[in-house]
């Protein structure tokens, strides 16, 4: 079931749009805000909400690709793999972060503190190679700099 705070901040996104299902990618984003994730069953308690059917809203979570439909970790890192990062040194990054977490794209730490995907440009091209984790971004990294940020974590 969706909670009371869910149904009250979808409903204030509703209120700036005639249709309901306008709403989707917002509505998953709340969600997942609470429920680190969305299961089956909370899109079909979604959907409903939004009178959509499931496929729809399922359709609408799959292309948007911060929309997670399995179980991530504590924290999530995005790590760019457009152009520009990848001329200035992805394949680096990606590697010590792999080494690091002892993890592959696409897995979660074996503490659950972190999971490891990579994304498009983030918008952050004068600062390549960047990474996000959660809200936060992060550019000009190297292997040093990454171990000084994961620590912050955890
Ligand atoms: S290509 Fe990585 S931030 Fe733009």
Not at 4 to 10: P, V
Not at 111 to 137: H, K, N, R, S, Y
């Amino acid at each position: 079931m969706l909670t009371e705070e869910e149904k009250k901040e979808i409903e204030v996104e509703f209120l700036r749009y005639e249709q309901k299902r306008a709403v989707s990618v917002e509505a998953l984003k709340i969600v997942q805000r609470y429920r680190g994730w969305v299961s089956d069953d909370t899109l079909i308690e979604v959907a409903e909400f939004l009178e959509m059917t499931p496929a729809e809203l399922d359709a609408v979570a799959t292309f948007y690709n911060l929309i997670f439909r399995k179980p991530v970790g504590k924290h999530v890192i995005l790590v760019c793999d457009s152009v520009s990062c990848w001329i200035m040194g992805y394949e680096r990054i990606r590697q010590h972060l792999q080494d690091r977490l002892g993890i592959a794209l696409g897995e979660t730490s074996a503490d659950g503190v972190f999971t490891l995907l990579p994304i498009v440009c983030l918008g952050a091209c004068d600062q390549a190679p960047a990474m996000m984790i959660d809200d936060e971004l992060y550019g000009n990294l190297d292997p040093a700099k990454i171990d000084e940020i994961l620590s912050t974590y955890r």
